[in-house]
């Protein structure tokens, strides 16, 4: 399991949020077992390496503590291709469910490495393009239920052409305010492209609450680091996370 360190700065408060429903009642499909959610890389109760569950456990309660216990959307994005984000995005989905009083919401946005299908339980036709490219689709279309209890995902779709307009759109707007703002007891993790190397990671970065931006140790430079934090911009920074 790969190990990772946390540092963390600068990060949005969101305004209070009272009286929405909570996700107690959530359905419950077919639970992936131990050596799924080994294969897969997730985090879990039952995780052998203690150190890891620990950690991913500690950016929870930073990223919980920034926010003042209000829930938030995170976006999580890698200083370069192949950093490791989209392992990060999952476990954080993953550890925010584990304690049973939240649920969490994994979106797909990485249009060069989508991975977000592999969690799904069941068919997923349909993902975050098609909703966004097609007026008559509602939100629920495009979330489905996966192996890990309380964790919902939403997989990239199939119409990621001129994916740059989408996420920009208002009905991208739309979709993000209505998935927070539905439960309070929801976060909503959105794995990204690399800031560095997308415009789509750009546009998003303008749309969630915070940032976590990973870094791959030993793989970039530090005017890299420095280059990607001038891009998210301080104010939505939450932090780094170091990758082994």
Not at 101 to 117: C, E, F, M, P, W
């Given at each position: 399991m790969t190990e990772t360190k946390?540092?963390?700065?600068?990060?949005?408060?969101?305004?209070?949020?009272?009286?929405?429903?909570?996700?107690?009642?959530?359905?419950?499909?077919?639970?992936?077992?131990?050596?799924?959610?080994?294969?897969?890389?997730?985090?879990?109760?039952?995780?052998?390496?203690?150190?890891?569950?620990?950690?991913?456990?500690?950016?929870?309660?930073?990223?919980?503590?920034?926010?003042?216990?209000?829930?938030?959307?995170?976006?999580?994005?890698?200083?370069?291709?192949?950093?490791?984000?989209?392992?990060?995005?999952?476990?954080?989905?993953?550890?925010?469910?584990?304690?049973?009083?939240?649920?969490?919401?994994?979106?797909?946005?990485?249009?060069?490495?989508?991975?977000?299908?592999?969690?799904?339980?069941?068919?997923?036709?349909?993902?975050?393009?098609?909703?966004?490219?097609?007026?008559?689709?509602?939100?629920?279309?495009?979330?489905y239920a996966t192996g890990i209890p309380r964790v919902r995902a939403t997989p990239l779709g199939s119409n990621s052409d001129g994916a740059a307009e989408y996420f920009s759109s208002e009905k991208m707007q739309h979709f993000i305010s209505e998935l927070k703002s539905r439960y309070s007891d929801r976060y909503i993790f959105i794995d990204a492209p690399t800031v560095r190397n997308s415009s789509e990671a750009r546009i998003l970065a303008e749309l969630v609450d915070m940032v976590v931006l990973v870094v791959p140790h030993g793989k970039v430079t530090l005017d890299e680091i420095n280059g990607s934090i001038d891009i998210i911009g301080k104010n939505k920074l939450a932090g780094l996370v170091y990758n082994n």
């Open positions: 946390t540092i963390y700065q600068n990060i949005q408060n969101s305004p209070s949020r009272d009286q929405r429903p909570r996700i107690e009642d959530m359905g419950v499909v077919e639970r992936f077992n131990f050596e799924k959610l080994e294969t897969l890389k997730i985090v879990h109760a039952g995780t052998p390496s203690r150190e890891t569950l620990n950690i991913f456990r500690e950016l929870r309660t930073q990223l919980i503590q920034r926010e003042h216990k209000q829930n938030f959307v995170c976006m999580v994005s890698s200083v370069c291709f192949g950093g490791g984000a989209s392992y990060i995005a999952r476990n954080l989905a993953s550890i925010f469910a584990l304690d049973k009083s939240k649920t969490s919401l994994l979106i797909d946005t990485n249009l060069y490495a989508a991975t977000v299908d592999e969690l799904i339980v069941g068919e997923a036709n349909l993902g975050l393009t098609d909703y966004l490219a097609d007026s008559k689709m509602n939100i629920q279309d495009v979330v």
